[in-house]
Each structure stands twice: as C-alpha cells, then as structure tokens.
C-alpha cells in the first residue's frame, strides 16, 4: 500500500538517575561516596534511505521509542547509555511539528536528522566530593527524553513532473521512455499511486520522471485523489501537461492549469512542456487545428508538442525538450544559491534565565536553570539545597528577592518543581 502522510509521537529515552551510596567494605575505614552517573538517553534519529518508497510502516507504528540510560550503581559504576532509535525513512520525507513548522527535509540518501534527543544522566553522590564537601548526600535524577508529536510528508524527489486529467496517457508515457511499468487500462483513475521511472535522454543524461495520478476539478480542494498526490510535484524542474487529443482539449488545459494555481503552492511557475497526446488517429489538418487552440492558451514560452505516447511519435523531441529546460532550470537554482546571503542570529544563551509573577506565585524559566531543576531530587533536602545554591550564584535568588517575594511563596521552575522561598 502506498503511504505518503503519516502522524507519529516520538519520545527520546530518559537519561538515568545517579546513584547515592557510600563505600562500605571491611578493612576500609571511611571509603567515602562512590555513587556512579546515570547513562545517556537514547536519541531519535531519522535517516533517509533510497531503499524505501513509502511511509506505510508507520500506519501501526505511531509511536518511536529509544531506549533509556540505565541508572548508575555503587562502587563508582556508570550506567549504560541507551541506544539510539535510527528510523530509515524514504528519500524526499519531510518532517513537521503540531504547529506545521519544518523540524527537518531528508531530501538525499543516508541523510540524518537528530529529531528528539535523549535526556542527560544524572550524577552520583561521587560527583560531588570536593575538598570541602566530602560526603555528599546529593545524586541527581535523569533528564527526562525529548517527545514530540510529528507529521512525517513524503514528497517524491524527481526532475520531470507528468500531469493532465485521467486517461490522458501519462502512464503510457512513462512506460514507453522508463523501465517502469505502471498499470494502464481504458478507464479513469487506473493509476492510484504516483510511479516513477528513470529516463535515459541520452548517454550523459538520465532523469526521473514521476506520473502523478488522479488530478480532476476540484482536486487541489480535495475532490478524489489529486490532492494527495499534488506534493510530490513540488520539487520537480518541468511539469509536462499531457492532453488527450480526442477530449474537449481547452477544458481539459483549463482545469489542470486551475488545480495547479489553486494548490497551497502555485505550481503554475513551474516551467511546462503541454505534449497533445494519441495523434496517431488524426490528420495533419486535425493536429494543426488543435494545437491552433492551444496556441491561444498557452504562454509564449511554454513549449508545445504533438506526440502519440503509445506509438513513440515526437517523443524523442519531447525528451529534448525536457533535457534543456531541467539545464537551464539547474543553472538557475545554482545562481539563486550563489547570490543567498546568510542570516546571522545571537544564538540562545544556556545561562539566560526569566523570572514572572503569576498570582501568588514566581516561575523561573531559562534552559540551563530548568535542566538542573529536572536532575533534582525534591524529595531530598540535600538536592534541594543544592538548587538554591544554583540559583543564588546565577542571580535568580536576587532577582525574586527584587520582585518582592515573600517567605512561604512558591517559586515554580519550568514544569519540573516547587521550592518555597
């Protein structure tokens, strides 16, 4: 089954709690703390792979896992780190957050993307044995794992788009000039998944062509299947608009030519070959007629071609066609990059750091303060000692202090904990 929109929830392991514990053995007077670190969570990672074609995995696999850090353990012994959850998806898939923001377009094979990241281990009460502090009773919790709820779009990476209304011979086409082999029938929508087949032009040049099926009026709103399959021509160079000779020629331009506008992206920009397909029933004098019409359609600079896809009449020409508009359409793209001029921003400091009053109480947000209150016990008063301690050398402490907080309120510290002040 072909899958190309799938939502899935992915959830990174949780780092490992460290280990309070002190060295108790026979013959050795006051060994001390020996708590070891918690391990690593496992990081969820996307890969793009040119052996997959689809998404349909994911239709009963919503949710991706990796696996957590194991906690640490006496006699100063690390956790294990978990394992990082690698997900092969296919070329051209691109990866949206619940608020239809990009997280990351795998667009080349054996592309990565870390799209969740594991959370830190927490230290053991080994950690903090300093000169002054010889005997802490202090071990942090594991970071919690990234988790996200992510819509994963696949759009097919191919160089020549073919669209036109159902019959119109895209799939014939595609099976005379490729090594594909799409169904074909005298019915409409006979093709119910896009097909892509890699065309030899000549012998330094190869594209790949992509058929994109089910587009009808109404498409780009949702009507059949074309809206489904109207991405996948987002990335191509050329689009070749196929007609059928024998239907009403200027309604069926009309209405690809609409859907094409009326999509979320205007696809009427990209540059068109329009082929008046099976000619090989009509005169010199019908053909001429026809393209008469079309001549009165379609821009000045878009190409157009009489070809018979069934028998290979004009299709060489076609081909050529194709070859030199994807050149020039290469060269263009090479330019727009070279002339892109790169956008500096102040990275987000990790020690920045916002205090704000809600009704009776303060909340401190900041990445750094909230990952140490995360990697705090607060069932300890020793690892909550220790987070005043922190948030005193940072400032934080000052700063409620200035706001005039009061003994007894609560300060709330991202979504992991409470202290009263």
């Known amino acids: 089954m072909f899958v190309d929109k799938v939502d899935v929830s992915v959830t990174a392991g949780d780092g490992g709690n460290g280990y309070l514990g002190f060295r108790q053995e026979k013959f050795v007077d006051r060994g001390g703390p020996d708590g070891g670190d918690g391990g690593n969570g496992g990081d969820v990672v996307f890969v793009a792979s040119r052996n997959q074609n689809t998404l349909a995995t994911f239709r009963f696999q919503k949710q991706l896992l990796a696996e957590p850090g194991k906690g640490g353990f006496k006699q100063k012994m690390h956790g294990r780190s978990g394992q990082d959850l690698i997900v092969m998806i296919p070329v051209g898939t691109m990866v949206f957050n619940e608020a239809g923001e990009l997280v990351a377009d795998l667009a080349q094979d054996e592309q990565r993307a870390v799209i969740a990241k594991g959370g830190k281990g927490g230290f053991g009460n080994a950690h903090f044995v300093s000169s002054v502090r010889q005997a802490p009773k202090i071990a942090e919790k594991g970071e919690k794992g990234e988790t996200f709820n992510l819509t994963l779009e696949m759009k097919m990476i191919a160089d020549v788009g073919v669209v036109g209304l159902p019959n119109a011979g895209k799939s014939t086409l595609l099976g005379h000039v490729s090594n594909a082999r799409p169904e074909i029938a005298d019915y409409p929508f006979t093709t119910i998944r896009p097909n892509l087949g890699v065309v030899d032009i000549d012998e330094s040049t190869s594209l790949l062509f992509a058929d994109i099926p089910g587009l009808i009026e109404g498409a780009s709103l949702g009507k059949g299947l074309g809206d489904e399959f109207l991405r996948h021509i987002e990335r191509t160079r050329v689009l070749i608009h196929m007609i059928d000779a024998y239907g009403d020629i200027e309604s069926a331009y009309n209405t690809i030519q609409k859907e094409l506008k009326d999509?979320?992206?205007?696809?009427?920009?990209?540059?068109?070959?329009?082929?008046?397909?099976?000619?090989?029933?009509?005169?010199?004098?019908?053909?001429?007629?026809?393209?008469?019409?079309?001549?009165?359609?379609?821009?000045?600079?878009?190409?157009?071609?009489?070809?018979?896809?069934?028998?290979?009449?004009?299709?060489?020409?076609?081909?050529?066609?194709?070859?030199?508009?994807?050149?020039?359409?290469?060269?263009?793209?090479?330019?727009?990059?070279?002339?892109?001029?790169?956008?500096?921003?102040?990275?987000?400091?990790?020690?920045?750091?916002?205090?704000?009053?809600?009704?009776?109480?303060?909340?401190?947000?900041?990445?750094?303060?909230?990952?140490?209150?995360?990697?705090?016990?607060?069932?300890?008063?020793?690892?909550?000692?220790?987070l005043r301690d922190i948030m005193r050398k940072m400032g934080i402490m000052h700063e409620l202090s200035r706001q005039g907080i009061e003994p007894g309120q609560k300060i709330v510290i991202g979504n992991s904990g409470k202290l009263e002040y």
């Open 263 to 386: 999509y979320k992206v205007d696809l009427t920009t990209r540059p068109q070959i329009v082929a008046l397909n099976k000619i090989d029933g009509l005169t010199d004098e019908d053909v001429t007629a026809k393209l008469t019409i079309l001549q009165a359609l379609v821009p000045a600079e878009t190409p157009l071609l009489a070809i018979s896809a069934s028998s290979g009449k004009g299709i060489k020409e076609l081909l050529y066609e194709v070859k030199s508009i994807c050149a020039r359409r290469a060269e263009e793209v090479a330019t727009e990059k070279a002339e892109e001029v790169p956008i500096l921003r102040l990275p987000e400091t990790e020690d920045s750091w916002k205090v704000t009053r809600e009704d009776d109480r303060y909340v401190v947000t900041g990445r750094k303060i909230e990952r140490f209150a995360q990697r705090t016990d607060f069932e300890s008063a020793a690892g909550e000692q220790r």
